[in-house]
């Protein structure tokens, strides 16, 4: 009898685990179709880098990254005139809190405060000094890469492929 409980509890526990192990590769799956460029592959030419992004099946383009070290994930958006930060996230990367401004968004107009961004990664693309807006209305989560940052490198659309290229000056 007691061989009998020993054998109900190693099947429940191995249910159990194989669950566990189950759950944890299909969240893997979810999180790579959401952001596909987790590591974006980066080439280093002889007068410039260049990182390929692959869109998620929402069709943007999301990508890890950092600011001032401190990883992040960003969705590139040509139409945000900077960088968008959400409040929390810019309170966790210790961005200092500037002036006030108003910006208008999708959703309406909305009081934001100015931030400068020392150091911005993308794979070995390096930006320094970028301007940033915090949005305290923002959900976290997602950084908007916005063109304060873009138009400081090239970037070209083929078919679902955004490459960015920074040359050397």
């Not at 890890?64 to 945000?80: C, P, Q, S, Y």
Request: no cysteine.
């Amino acid at each position: 009898m007691n061989t009998k409980r020993t054998g109900q509890a190693m099947m429940t526990a191995a249910l159990v685990g194989g669950m566990i192990m189950l759950t944890y590769f299909f969240s893997g799956i979810e999180q790579k179709k959401q952001n596909p460029n987790l590591s974006p592959e980066t080439k280093v030419l002889a007068n410039s880098i260049e990182v390929a992004l692959v869109q998620n099946r929402q069709g943007h383009y999301v990508v890890n990254g950092k600011i001032n070290g401190e990883r992040v994930t960003f969705l590139l958006d040509t139409g945000a005139t900077d960088v968008v930060i959400p409040e929390s996230t810019a309170r966790e990367l210790r961005l200092k809190f500037g002036r006030q401004g108003v910006a208008i968004t999708a959703n309406g107009r909305v009081v934001i405060h100015e931030t400068n961004i020392a150091r911005l990664e993308i794979g070995k693309i390096t930006l320094n000094n970028i301007k940033a807006s915090i949005n305290p209305g923002m959900p976290s989560g997602a950084i908007l890469l916005g063109m304060s940052a873009l138009s400081k490198i090239e970037f070209t659309q083929t078919g679902k492929t955004l490459t960015l290229r920074q040359k050397y000056i």
